[in-house]
Structures are given as structure tokens and as C-alpha cells.
């Protein structure tokens, strides 16, 4: 089978799966016991209002018609209205969409390259001193809750030494005179949230290149470079992360698609306006329309990043032959 | 025909010429310079449509874009405002407010009547949550005999509730921006776009998820505000907003009790707290047995220790609650009702005389039929009032009631409690929403039983209900007070609900760069609806070098819940009085009373010493351009009360419940959705 053959087979997967989980989104939310009503307004509204609100989201009406004018509006492209915000749930997302990408983007460079650099290092100096100590800062790294890193990050650089901001993507009362000067101020505010995901993403990543590296080591072709004399640089970069960057780059890209999601606790720990958060107060208010809406991005941003992978491995390694 | 001012108008008026401090009339000359920046923080971004606004959380940005018809000044009283005075008919059944005439709104056209008729009309016909209250119903047809006089007319009589909880809620909306609007539900003016309000402050922008931003209304028809800018930051976090006030990029946050000690020591910060009304309670499921049983409720009534409470759950910032209308509300509450004191062995005897005895030897008290006594008590999973149950039902069980404790959030929990009512007993919290004192009452009643209604109790009694539909129809205060009377000596009697503490309302603020706080109630300075606050508020500038002092009268020893009158002089050094200026009355460091001089220096202030022991009390003035800072100290021994404490307090904001099961289920599903696509992938 050629390429394109399995890119269009492995698109049609992708868009039936699509579909399956916007099905099982809708009714997951709805089938749980809850009450959007109470969750949006004031404990103390009267039944009275509490009934018109019920009307007024439609939420009044069976769960099958509920269900048939979700579709109907998803197929016109319209997510709905968010109860909470009061507004359409397309706007709410494309406005936070890119303050997502540019945070999990560059953390994931950061995460990305540090693993790559200490896991040459580590694979490099396999049962050194520096290899153990990389091995369990990367298992720590792993098992720290983020928004500890993320809280642990702020009460040190934000509070004792007062050098980053706490919150937000921007300096709202700043007057930005130019672009860069703008471009500056996000900067300064993206560093302690790119880094705490970045540092706190980076022991997976790190465990896997080490151990693609070891794998590629221990290959015939490395001993017989290392006989002919080539030199420990030559053979690192040339043969050895040549060969090992191909399962790296499908685990970087598989990454990328779930890390949407990921960047829940991040963003809300340091009040970045991004998907994530907006997943957060969704939740908290039982916002069903922007629940549906965040979860078909996340969906539609990890298959498709599968896909991705998927494709490109198969251009990459001329071996590996779709069936 | 002879027209009756309104009373508590009348008042309200009254009281302004008698305490300087209640000035309205804000702002009318420049007295200090324009500018600055002031930024506080939210934890979501506000709706910014006051007609479709559903929780209160908004109601802060809605204060300071649009106006009102009346408000609530710094006492909690009910001001003119939009309407510059108001008079019922003699029957009650119309109400005519006259409206001031140089108010505009932002793009310069003048608020007529015609506009305060078509927000009331046009939130009635799309029945909008704030108009929905019995108030809001009885309104027949609004009529507008001129540009400036809105005439409502009732189908039955209205009394000052009708002021109270209806005209203090209800922002003026442009009629022409508004009129083509269909459903004011799905309507959004467009991203980042505000709305055109006659309020203090404009609408500049709103970024999403990031901040709303306001600036000061040049024009604004009672006096330019201040600050050039107001600035609400998005900050979902309890802890970040704290840490955001502690670097600066805040100037004010709302604190819990375990906060106050991290914020006292900062140079420049400065904690208020004020005398919230509301309440935390037991509130017992009077629908169903045990519990519809008074004796078993009065009983039980007995096992709240408020001291302890106090004393281990909030820090000493609360007051016990010992009555169901709180002291805030000032006169309306009736002295003379009984009240439930910490007394486990009049419980115990209670019980016993009930009925409520051990049959089956098991160590826990039965039905006096016999059967088991198992009961659990609800409580939402948030900390404080975890602990605060924990408290309860351990004295609770001291007397042989055998009572679990089920901590509960997410929908599930919630629906139990308030719309299935399937619970024994439940420890939750309530604040009022308006001033009228009846609002908190109305609360017990029968319509209000049904589900999602207020009365989760679920009591219910045919002459309260009465009594609640006289008040709300009342306009002669005396009389409206008799009826609250009576109805609060009925709560008392029949024990729906049993009274726990009410906390303080505390809020940090930043007094390095700024000055003109002013502690107000219900929630402290620059809470929600403090429009007046926040007009006052500027920049403080370079102090100026006119030394001042202060002396300070208080005495040397205090008892625990018996307020004491402090007051404090303020002269130059010259000994002139200094008129005019806000001192701060603090014990421990926090700020309970901000005072203003009267014409011989002097401001007075009312304590409640709330802990035995040595309290260090002072008085300060923070500087200002004209006058630099001062204070005066001094050490108060309190001694501990004998029993019945004086007129007894309440409560404040229930914090939305935290629900992190719907997290994990969403979690849940993610890795599902991964699953499958790597099964997929795989194949």
C-alpha cells in the first residue's frame, strides 16, 4: 500500500473517531448528576428564575433533542452559547487558542530539546554518577504534580525575589509603545509557565531519548564505526541520534497533540488565558456547550497529531511498510 | 393629595445630617489629583450585559459602568442616587421616583425616565433574574409623566422592599441600544466591546481571560472619580491572587481568615474588616423525621459552641451568631428573643424530656417509638466548613446523638441538598442580597421551600408566611419592625435552622499608593456595589509636613461581646482640630472602623473585643498632602463574657463549592479518547 493510499484510510479513522468522541462528550457531560443552574448564578436565586434560566439554555427539553440540535448547529459550525460567559464558544476558544499554542509550543521546545541535550549526556555516560543523577532528576521531575513545580517557581522567583510577575500573559496598564516592546512584556510573562512545563514535562521525553540512544549503541553498525577509528563525536552525531531520532520524533509529535489538555493546571496556577483555563471554569460551572467545544479541540488536536506521526514515520523510515 | 417621603429615606437623611461621615454628594469639587491605576483581582471574566447578569460575582463591574435608582452608601442605607427622592402613593399602590437632571450617559445623551421605564419593562418581559422577586412582580405598568418622574404602578401594595430589594438591584440601561435586542440571552455585542452605561467609570476593553479594563467618566454627573483607571484581573486562584497582592500587581484582595497573619506584616498593606450580615447554619430538614420534631431542633440548637469555633476555625475573625437577623441590620433586629447559648446539658435534658432516649443500649439515643437514630450532617467539601461540622458534630454526639458527617461537592451532592432535599441536616452559609431586612426572613418561607428555592429547610408556617407577605407590603417602619419582630420570635421558637458564627468580611488593601479607604459595609471597602468607595479612593501623593497627633480615648479593659464606644482626636501641633480626615481604629493590626473628624477633630468608632487577653488597640492616620501620618496605641485587657453576649452576628458569602470529580471524569474520558486512537493507531 503507498502512502497516500494509507493517509486517506488512516484520515477516515481519524474523522470516525472524531465523531465518536464528540457523541460520547455530549452525553458524558449531560448523564452526570448536576445542576448548570446553580453552578452559574448565586445559591440564592428562586425556583421561579431558576426555571426560566433551564428555558432559556434549552436545558428544559429532552436529552435526544438537546442532542439533535447540538449537531445541527456543530454541522453549521456553531459550538453554541457558553452559559457561563454568555457568549459563543467559537469566539471563547479562538481567542484563547493561540495564548495556548504559544505557551505549550515554546514549553515543549524547552521540554524537547533539554531531554534530547541530557539524554545524549546520559546515554553518553551510561552507569556514570551523572547518569544515575539525570535518571532520578528526570523520574522526579516526572512525578511532581505541575502546579507544585508551578507554585514552588512562583513563591521563589516572584515573591523572594520579586523578578517575574504572578499572573496573566501581559501588563494590562502598560502602554506598549511598539511590537517588540509588547512582544518583550509576554515574553517576561510566558518565562515561569513555559519553564515550569517544560522542566515538569521532561522526564518521559528525557527516559525515552536515553533509552533510543542505548538501543542504537548496543547496534552492530555503532562497534564497527567505533573499529574503524571513527572519532566519539563523529559516531554520536552521524550514526548513533541519526538513527535514534525516529522513534523520538514520533513520540514528539504523538506529544504534541495530547499537551492541549495538559496545560489545565499550568494555566490556572499562573491565570494564563488559555484553553486551559477556560477548561477549568468550564468544569467548575457544569458549562456544558464549552466543555463540548474545549473537548472536541483537545480531540480533534490529538488525533490528528497521531495521524501526523503516523505519516511521517513512514516517510522517515523507508523500513517501516503500512499493511 | 398628601404624599408620604419614603421613611427610611427620610432616615437615611436624617442620619446624613447628623454623621458627616455619610456624605453622598461625592466628588462635587477636585479636591486631589487625577490618576493611577487601580487593580483588583477576579476569578473569571465578568458578564458585562447587566440585564442578563445572573450572579453576583458581576454585580462590582456593573456598580461602577452603570447607575442606579437608589443604593446602599457605607452604612448600608439606602441613598437616592439616579432618583433624587421617592414617594408612595397612599395606598401603595404606585411609586413615583423624581430623577436628577444632569445625569448622562457615556456618550453624552441625557438618562431620561424613558429609560429607566424601558430597562424595568424590557427585564420584566424577558423575565431577567434580578426583577424576578416579588417585588419585581407586583409591577403593573411603569408610566413616564416627564423626562425626569417614572411612576410604577402596582397591582398590590408595595412597601419599602420594594425600594430596597428591587430599585437597589437594577443598573439603567440605554433604551436605544437596547430596544432592537430580541433575546437578551443570546445576545453578545461583539468581542471586547462594553456597553454604554451613565455610571462612574467606561468600559475601555475586556480581553479574554485576562482583564476587564474602565476608565473614570470625565463627565460623570456626580464628580469625576479619582483613579483613571480600573483594572479587574483574571486570577482564578484564592493563593495566586494573594501572592499577585503581595508583589503589587493588586492593590486590594479579599482575605480568609488564615490569610490575615501573612498580610499584617507587609509594609504599605493594610487589613479592613467589617461586620458582613449573613450567617452559617445547621439547617435542619424540617421536611421529614427526625428533624420535624421542634424539640429534637431546639435541642440540638444547644450543641453549637461558638467560641470554640471561633476561636480554632476562624482564627478570631468571627462573631457568634445568635439570632437571624444580624447586628448590621441595627434596629430591626428584635433583642428579646431567646436564644440557643452552648449548653450540652440542657440538651441532654431537652432530649430526655422528649423522648429522644437509649432503648436499645447501644450507646446512642432512639425514637421515643424505639427505632434507631442515625443521622448525617451535609457539608460542602470546602476546608473551613469541614472543619466548622466536625466541631458540631462532635458535641452532638457528646449527647448521645449518633450523627456521621458526609462531606460532599460536585453536582451530585448539590442536587441532593437543594433540589431533592435528601438530607437529615446540612452547614452551609447565607448572605443577604439587599439591605431590606426582611430579605433574610423571606427566606423561610413556604413558596420559597420548593426545589432550588432558598428554604432548603423546608420550613414552613401558615402565619409566618402571612407575616412575610404584611412586610413586604409595609411602608411605616414601625410597623414593618413589629412584623419582623414577630418573625423573628417565630424563627427562634420553632428552630428551623440552628445559628452558627458569622464571619468578618476581610479585605487587604494597599495604603503605600493610595488613600481614601473607607471601611463600608456590608463586605468592607471596595466590595461589590461600592461605587462611593471606590469614588473616593486616589492616589496619596506626597505627604505633607503639617505634623498632626492623635489622642486616643478607650478603655483600659473591655468584655468579650459587649461593644465599647472608642473615639479618637485629631489636632495639629498646634492643637487646632483637624475636620475632615479618615482615622482608622485597628485591634492586633486590623483595621475594624475608619472614623471621620467632626468639627472639634474628634471620630468615634464601636469595638467588639472578640478575645480574652491583651489587644493592642490603636488609631492611625495614614498622611496625606495636607496632613502628615499619626498614630496613638494602646493595650485593652479583655476578660472573657458570662453568657449571653450582646446583640449577636452572622455571616457572609458561601464560596462556591469546588468540584474536581467532573475533573477527573473529564480526565478520564481524555484518556479514553488517547486509547482508543492508539488501539486504532496500532491497528
Given amino acids: 500500500m503507498g502512502v497516500g493510499q494509507v493517509a486517506i484510510k488512516r484520515g477516515i479513522n481519524a474523522i470516525f473517531l472524531i465523531c465518536l468522541v464528540t457523541i460520547i462528550n455530549f452525553f458524558l457531560f449531560r448523564v452526570m448528576p448536576g445542576d448548570p443552574i446553580a453552578m452559574m448564578t448565586s445559591p440564592s436565586i428562586t425556583a421561579e428564575v431558576r426555571a426560566i434560566l433551564l428555558q432559556k439554555f434549552g436545558l428544559d427539553k429532552p436529552l435526544h433533542i438537546q442532542f439533535i440540535k447540538y449537531i445541527e448547529q456543530l454541522l453549521q459550525g456553531n459550538l453554541g452559547m457558553s452559559f457561563v460567559y454568555q457568549r459563543p464558544v467559537v469566539d471563547l476558544i479562538a481567542e484563547r487558542l493561540p495564548n495556548t499554542v ?34 532520578i532528576f528526570s523520574l522526579w521531575m516526572h512525578s ?59 522526564g518521559g521525553m528525557f527516559l525515552i531519548t536515553r533509552n533510543s540512544l542505548l538501543d542504537v549503541f548496543s547496534e552492530d553498525y555503532i562497534v564497527t564505526a567505533k573499529a574503524i577509528g571513527l572519532s566519539s563525536r563523529t559516531i554520536l552525531f552521524q550514526n548513533v541520534l541519526r538513527n535514534a531520532m525516529l522513534p523520538l520524533v514520533t513520540v514528539i509529535l504523538m506529544r504534541l497533540g495530547f499537551i492541549i489538555g495538559g496545560a489545565v493546571t499550568t494555566e490556572t496556577v499562573f491565570s494564563w488565558p488559555g484553553v486551559g483555563l477556560l477548561i477549568y471554569r468550564a468544569v467548575m460551572h457544569e458549562d456544558y456547550p464549552l466543555l463540548q467545544g474545549a473537548f472536541l479541540i483537545i480531540t480533534i488536536s490529538a488525533v490528528l497529531a497521531n495521524y501526523v506521526a503516523e505519516i511521517v514515520y513512514g516517510y522517515l523510515d523507508p523500513r517501516v511498510r503500512y499493511e | 393629595m398628601v404624599k408620604k417621603l419614603r421613611t427610611i429615606g427620610l432616615l437615611a437623611t436624617i442620619l446624613l445630617l447628623m454623621v458627616p461621615s455619610f456624605g453622598i454628594t461625592v466628588n462635587a469639587e477636585q479636591k486631589y489629583e487625577y490618576g493611577g491605576e487601580y487593580k483588583m483581582a477576579g476569578t473569571e471574566d465578568h458578564q458585562i450585559l447587566p440585564i442578563t447578569n445572573t450572579a453576583n460575582y458581576n454585580l462590582r463591574i456593573f456598580a461602577l459602568m452603570y447607575d442606579r435608582l437608589v443604593i446602599t452608601d457605607q452604612n448600608w442605607q439606602p441613598v437616592p442616587w439616579l432618583a433624587e427622592s421617592w414617594e408612595f402613593s397612599e395606598d401603595g399602590l404606585s411609586v413615583t421616583f423624581h430623577l436628577v437632571q ?109 482583564y476587564l479594563e474602565l476608565e473614570a467618566n470625565e463627565d460623570y454627573w456626580k464628580g469625576r472619580p479619582y483613579i483613571d483607571k480600573y483594572f479587574s484581573i483574571v486570577i ?38 467589617t461586620e458582613a450580615p449573613g450567617f452559617r447554619e445547621v439547617s435542619f430538614n424540617n421536611r421529614r423525621p427526625p428533624f420535624n420534631d421542634v424539640n429534637l431542633r431546639r435541642a440540638l440548637s444547644y450543641c ?29 433586629v428584635n433583642p428579646d428573643i431567646p436564644v440557643y447559648l452552648y449548653n450540652i446539658t440542657k440538651a441532654s435534658e431537652l432530649l430526655d424530656e422528649a423522648g429522644y432516649i437509649d432503648q436499645d443500649d447501644d450507646g446512642w439515643r432512639d425514637y421515643p417509638d424505639g427505632s ?48 431533592e432535599f435528601d438530607y437529615d441536616c446540612y452547614l452551609g452559609g447565607w448572605t443577604p442580597d439587599s439591605s431590606w431586612p426582611g430579605e433574610m426572613l423571606s427566606w423561610y418561607t413556604t413558596p420559597m421551600a420548593e426545589p432550588g428555592g432558598l428554604n432548603r429547610r423546608g420550613f414552613s408556617n401558615s402565619t409566618y408566611d402571612a407575616l412575610d407577605l404584611q412586610a413586604a407590603a409595609e411602608q411605616d ?27 468578618h468580611g476581610l479585605m487587604a488593601v494597599n495604603v503605600e499608593k493610595w488613600e481614601g479607604y473607607e471601611n463600608a459595609l456590608p463586605f468592607g471597602p471596595l466590595s461589590y456595589l461600592d461605587e462611593i468607595g471606590f469614588m473616593k479612593l486616589h492616589l496619596k501623593g506626597a505627604i505633607a509636613a503639617t505634623q498632626t497627633q492623635l489622642s486616643l480615648t478607650a478603655p483600659s479593659t473591655g468584655t468579650t461581646d459587649e461593644r465599647v464606644s472608642v473615639s479618637a482626636t485629631m489636632t495639629t501641633e498646634d492643637g487646632d482640630p483637624v475636620e475632615g480626615v479618615y482615622v482608622d481604629f ?96 496500532q491497528k
Avoid at chain 2, 113 to 138: R, W
Avoid at chain 2, 242 to 270: C, H, Y
Avoid at chain 2, 641 to 667: F, I, R, S
Wanted: with cysteine.
Fill in chain 2, 102 to 210: 444632569n445625569a448622562t450617559f457615556h456618550d453624552g445623551d441625557p438618562v431620561t425616565s424613558e429609560d429607566v421605564k424601558f430597562t424595568y419593562d424590557y427585564s420584566l418581559e424577558h423575565k431577567t433574574p434580578y426583577v424576578i422577586n416579588p417585588d419585581g412582580d407586583a409591577i403593573d405598568h411603569i408610566t413616564t409623566p416627564d423626562p425626569y418622574t417614572v411612576v410604577f404602578h402596582l397591582s398590590r401594595p408595595a412597601g419599602t422592599s420594594f425600594v430596597e430589594r428591587l430599585c437597589t438591584r437594577v443598573f439603567i440601561v440605554k433604551k436605544s441600544e437596547w430596544e432592537g435586542v430580541e433575546d437578551p440571552f443570546t445576545y453578545y455585542p461583539g468581542v471586547g466591546t462594553g456597553l454604554t452605561g451613565s455610571g462612574p467609570f467606561k468600559f475601555v476593553k475586556q480581553e479574554s481571560g485576562q
Fill in chain 2, 372 to 419: 434507631p437514630l442515625d443521622l448525617t450532617m451535609c457539608v460542602s467539601t470546602s476546608d473551613i466548613y469541614v472543619r466548622m461540622a466536625e466541631v458540631v458534630t462532635e458535641s452532638m454526639q457528646e449527647v448521645g446523638i449518633n450523627i456521621e458527617l458526609e462531606a460532599g461537592s460536585g453536582p451530585a451532592f448539590w442536587n441532593k441538598v437543594r433540589l
Fill in chain 2, 477 to 503: 417602619p414601625e410597623k414593618l419592625k413589629e412584623i419582623l419582630y414577630e418573625m423573628q420570635m417565630i424563627l427562634a421558637e420553632q428552630c428551623p435552622n440552628a445559628l452558627v458564627i458569622r464571619n
Fill in chain 2, 236 to 273: 482564578p486562584q484564592h493563593d495566586m491572587q494573594l501572592m499577585a497582592f503581595q508583589t503589587g500587581e493588586l492593590d486590594a484582595v479579599a482575605l480568609n481568615p488564615t490569610d490575615v497573619a501573612k498580610v499584617l506584616g507587609l509594609p504599605g498593606k493594610k487589613v479592613f474588616k
Fill in chain 2, 586 to 681: 485597628s485591634a492586633d493590626g486590623v483595621i475594624f472602623a475608619s472614623g471621620r473628624t467632626d468639627s472639634s477633630g474628634k471620630a468615634t468608632a464601636s469595638w467588639l473585643p472578640e478575645t480574652e487577653g491583651d489587644i493592642d488597640f490603636k488609631v492611625e492616620y495614614l498622611g496625606s498632602a495636607e496632613y502628615a501620618s499619626c498614630e496613638s496605641e494602646t493595650k485593652i485587657t479583655s476578660v472573657s463574657a458570662p453568657a449571653e453576649p450582646g446583640p449577636a452576628e452572622p455571616e457572609e458569602p458561601e464560596p462556591t463549592p469546588k468540584d474536581n470529580t467532573m475533573l477527573y471524569l473529564v480526565g478520564a474520558l481524555a484518556v479514553i479518547a488517547i486509547a482508543v486512537a492508539l488501539y486504532l493507531r
Fill in chain 1, 102 to 135: 504559544l505557551l505549550l509550543l515554546s514549553s515543549y521546545i524547552i521540554t524537547v530539546i533539554l531531554s534530547i541535550v541530557l539524554g545524549l549526556v546520559a546515554a553518553w555516560k551510561r552507569g556514570d554518577k551523572i547518569d544515575i543523577s539525570l535518571i
Fill in chain 1, 144 to 202: 511532581m504534580p505541575i502546579f507544585w513545580l508551578g507554585g514552588l517557581l512562583l513563591l521563589f522567583f516572584s515573591i523572594q525575589l520579586n523578578i517575574f510577575p504572578v499572573i496573566g500573559i501581559s501588563t494590562p496598564w502598560l502602554e506598549h509603545e511598539n511590537t517588540l516592546s509588547y512582544i518583550a512584556d509576554v515574553a517576561y510573562h510566558l518565562f515561569l509557565p513555559m519553564m515550569t512545563l517544560g522542566i515538569g514535562n521532561i
Fill in chain 2, 304 to 332: 453549637i459552641d461558638r467560641d470554640f469555633l471561633i476561636e480554632t476555625v476562624y482564627l478570631g475573625f468571627a462573631y457568634p451568631n445568635l439570632r437571624h437577623l444580624q447586628p448590621p441590620y441595627g434596629d430591626w
